[in-house]
């Protein structure tokens, strides 16, 4: 189920990737990116081809595999069987449980300014975030998760 980007993501993360490099890992947002920056990450976190598109994009730009298993928020988890990151990605623990919560209650607003492009480098915290909401469908996230319901519907009845 390939997917790609929006032309604007693809080159905000490239930026990114390349301040990540510049900064040993603390890359910054300029203020005229956060919007946009926020926008993509509640979409990441709310559909699967979007969140599938994201990590595809990672996996190319770290030249790594990412290895998920069970959700953390899946019940009968448990804690040490639910993340064995890649070394390969620098960026890859996921949101304190606190923080993640919030997200699923408030949105993405609930994510520092300074914490956002490290997230969106993630690809373990992203997956986190998007199973937790997934998982408990907060309200807040219902009409997102529909729209992104109805994407997938209507790209498996195209390509059927």
């Not at 990151?85 to 300014?113: Q, W, Y």
Request: proline share 6%; net charge negative; with cysteine.
């Amino acid at each position: 189920m390939s997917n790609s980007l929006p032309a604007p993501i693809e080159e905000l993360l490239s930026s990114l990737l390349k301040r990540n490099t510049k900064t040993n890992g603390s890359p910054g947002l300029e203020p005229s990116e956060l919007a946009s920056v926020r926008e993509w990450m509640a979409e990441v976190v709310s559909s699967v081809l979007a969140l599938e598109a994201h990590c595809e994009w990672l996996e190319n730009a770290f030249g790594a595999k990412l290895r998920f298993t069970r959700s953390r928020w899946d019940e009968g988890a448990l804690e040490d069987d639910v993340l064995q990151p890649n070394p390969a990605f620098p960026h890859r623990e996921r949101l304190d449980r606190e923080t993640a919560l919030d997200v699923a209650e408030v949105g993405v607003g609930a994510i520092a300014d300074d914490e956002l492009p490290q997230l969106l480098l993630n690809p373990y915290a992203l997956r986190d975030l998007a199973d937790l909401i997934h998982f408990t469908l907060p309200d807040i996230w219902l009409d997102r998760l529909g729209q992104a319901g109805r994407k997938l519907r209507d790209r498996q009845v195209l390509s059927a």
